[in-house]
């Protein structure tokens, strides 16, 4: 099945330096990944939409200047969370759409095991 | 606003019993809904969808329900196997499907 690998798993930083979360798609090609950012209890919220070739489309209220999003491949995506602050810690998880669910028609996405970034 | 909601952040049920899953939703545009289960340090894995243009779909031991009016969807899990125990979230998308909304997630323990 298709697999996406997401790096590092955990990542622990000073406040004001800058760290690099990787999304590849192992076994498929994905024009399209999302990021997405979850608090504790809460849901996964979308953050960008990551577009190969193309400048990432960000949702109301990302600051695009933080969480910078490059998609140079059609495997890999990265996000860079810019001058981190301890606000900034969080759970980060990237998906890519895998498939269409053959029943529904629905775009299914395989998800990344996410990124834990603390930000001391 | 979160327009996906599970209002159970946990459920706890006895192995070879029924497990229900509840989702409930705002938006009237959403057309197709899916869950999703998770494993302690994995990212989510599809487990089964269902469009709007249908009530029930079922895969083995999951069942998915939808009740439009009540803009409710539930997963039902029968029986419920300790494998099961994880993080169940159910997710929704619209005409869009670069937008998929999740909601919080409910935490499964089946007990042997």
């Known amino acids: 099945g298709a697999v996406v690998s997401q790096h590092p798993s955990r990542v622990i930083c000073k406040s004001g330096t800058s760290v690099k979360i990787e999304c590849r798609s192992l076994d498929f090609q994905a024009t399209t990944m999302f990021w997405y950012r979850q608090f504790p209890k809460q849901s996964l919220m979308l953050m960008a939409t990551?577009?190969?070739?193309?400048?990432?489309?960000?949702e109301q209220g990302v600051e695009k200047d933080k969480f910078l999003i490059n998609h140079a491949s059609l495997t890999l995506s990265t996000l860079t969370v810019t001058s981190a602050h301890p606000e900034d810690s969080s759970f980060y998880i990237c998906?890519?759409?895998?498939?269409?669910?053959?029943?529904?028609?629905?775009?299914?996405?395989?998800f990344g095991a996410g990124s834990r970034l603390t930000v001391l | 606003d979160q327009q996906v909601k599970q209002n159970s952040p946990s459920l706890s049920v006895q192995e070879g019993r029924i497990s229900i899953l509840n989702c409930d939703y705002t938006?009237?545009?959403?057309?197709?809904f899916l869950w999703y289960k998770k494993y302690p340090a994995e990212g989510p894995t599809f487990l089964i969808s269902?469009?709007?243009?249908?009530d029930k779909n079922e895969d083995g031991r999951f069942t998915v329900f939808l009740n439009k009016s009540a803009k409710h969807l539930s997963l039902h899990i029968v029986p419920s196997q300790p494998g099961d125990s994880a993080v169940y979230f159910c997710?929704?998308?619209?005409?869009?499907?670069?937008?998929?909304?999740f909601g919080s997630g409910t935490k499964l323990n089946v007990k042997p």
């Open positions: 998906s890519a759409r895998d498939r269409t669910d053959a029943f529904s028609g629905a775009n299914v996405l395989t």
């Open positions: 938006n009237s545009m959403f057309d197709y």
């Open positions: 269902i469009s709007s243009i249908k």
């Open positions: 997710a929704a998308s619209g005409d869009n499907f670069n937008k998929f909304y």
């Open positions: 990551s577009n190969e070739g193309s400048k990432a489309t960000y």
